[in-house]
């Protein structure tokens, strides 16, 4: 069975960065694509950025490309979010994802990736 644990999470305060980590088990993810999603109180799941297991095809959501980095270890099994320039508005619940149907370029549609990580907060202060 596949599994996803996010970590990373925190405060921090704007302009200042993190590093979130999903590590996944249960099996080999070589033609997986991996997903970053947020979701913010009151708000839609929102896709932040992904990429191919292979560490090909990386996507971002308009309003953090430039300042977020998603890649791969594919020696750890680890999937990683490098946020910079954090904004107070990037508060959010991160969740990684998977999606085992290995779409390239990722998909933006949290439908697309069938298992989900737990969760990591990410609080951004002003």
């Known amino acids: 069975q596949v599994q996803l644990a996010e970590s990373g999470g925190g405060l921090v305060q704007a302009g200042g960065s993190l590093r979130l980590s999903c590590a996944a088990s249960?099996?080999?993810?070589?033609?997986?694509?991996m997903g970053w999603f947020r979701q913010a109180p009151g708000k839609e799941r929102e896709f932040v950025g992904g990429?191919?297991?292979?560490?090909?095809?990386?996507r971002y959501a308009d309003s953090v490309k430039g300042r977020f980095t998603v890649s791969t270890d594919n020696a750890k099994n680890t999937v990683y979010l490098q946020m910079n320039s954090l904004k107070p508005e990037d508060t959010a619940v991160y969740y990684c994802?998977?999606?085992?149907?290995?779409?390239?370029?990722?998909?933006?549609?949290?439908?697309?990736?069938?298992?989900w990580g737990q969760g990591t907060q990410v609080t951004v202060s002003s």
């Open positions: 994802a998977a999606d085992s149907g290995g779409r390239r370029p990722p998909v933006s549609l949290p439908a697309a990736y069938e298992t």
């Open positions: 249960g099996r080999a993810f070589g033609s997986w694509t």
């Open positions: 990429i191919s297991w292979s560490a090909s095809w990386p």
